[in-house]
């Protein structure tokens, strides 16, 4: 069950529009959480492509905006920092440096190549890997952050430890090409998990655990 909290990051004017809800991406994001074979080789294949084609323009998506409901959601989603960090879908590492500071250890994961080339070095581990399919121990993670990513619940509800966290955040929102709101992140994980929610400047923010 999620609680939905306050606002009280608002939110900032010049929004930027990348996604509805009929956007190719949102239909994927769907697919792969409520359908455990919405994931094919051709379609993890044209994902690939697509962001390894977007790695050389992805850092003008940086935005102080971008990263309030991120900040948000470990100021109000209760005790998630420290400890082993799984960022799922780290493109570029936008976010890395960011989460660094909050963990002992950062693992940076994307499927896509060309993206990884472009992170910075020097902040926590890079990897590349399909997020179906994670190179990992059960129950090795203690918090997952996951920013504009694919849900693949089984797999995430796999590595996450009984006491561990998934932080999940759409920097813009409903519009966000790859979004869904907190309630069908819930539904979507295998047992029962419990959270808050929340909005903050252009974002949605979630921060789930185990019940």
Known sequence: MIRQLPRVVPEAPDKPMRGSEDHPMRKVTQQVAFD??????????????????LAPEWHTRDH?????PLVDAFERGGDVAGGMCLELGSGTGIATPWLA????????????????K???????????????RLPL???SIDTAVLINMFLFPIEIARVIAPAGALVWVNT?????????????VDAALPGEWTGVASEAGWGTWAVLRRA
Request: proline residues 7%; negative net charge; charged residues 30%.
């Open 172 to 184: 813009s929102g409903a519009d966000t090409p790859i979004h869904l709101p907190a309630d069908e």
């Open 118 to 132: 472009l992170a910075p070095a020097g902040d926590g581990t890079r990897m590349r890997a399909d997020a179906s």
């Open 137 to 139: 121990r059960d129950a």
């Open 36 to 53: 455990p074979g919405g994931w094919t080789g051709e379609r993890r294949g044209k994902v690939e492509s697509l962001f390894n084609e």
């Open 101 to 116: 500071e909050r963990f002992a250890h950062v693992l940076s994961v994307d499927l896509s190549a060309e993206m990884l």
């Open 64 to 68: 102080p905006y971008r990263t309030q």
